[in-house]
Nanobody
């Protein structure tokens, strides 16, 4: 059974750091593209970063230079390293997997989604 399970969310002060993890199982762990999305209250879900087989990455402009997406192939785990967090980063963060994601940050190609992990940034 394909599954994505996120962890690592929490509450931090502005300027702090967090590392999110997404453990993939079943076919989701073999998919060529994995990504992080987030959704703040009252807003649409948006793409944050994506990782493609071979280590090719893309980021939303709002997180470039602060967030880094990596993947451990042996553990089939995707990570999002978040530094210099800002209040506007507060959201539910979701992991997703797809065979192809040329249209990222569009969500339509992503077949599997996790349940999300909450990130709250405030002083």
């Amino acid at each position: 059974q394909a599954q994505l399970v996120e962890s690592g969310g929490g509450s931090v002060q502005p300027g702090g750091s967090l590392r999110l993890s997404c453990a993939a199982s079943g076919v989701a762990g073999d998919m060529f593209c994995m990504g992080w999305f987030r959704q703040a209250p009252g807003k649409e879900r948006e793409g944050v970063a994506r990782f493609v087989l071979g280590g090719f990455t893309k980021y939303a402009d709002s997180v470039k230079g602060r967030f880094t997406i990596t993947k451990d192939y042996d553990k089939k785990t995707l990570y999002l390293h978040m530094n210099n967090l800002k209040a506007e980063d507060t959201a539910m963060y979701y992991c997703a997997a797809a065979w192809r994601c040329e249209n990222w940050p569009a969500r339509g190609e992503f077949e599997y989604w996790g349940q999300g992990t909450q990130v709250a940034v405030s002083s």
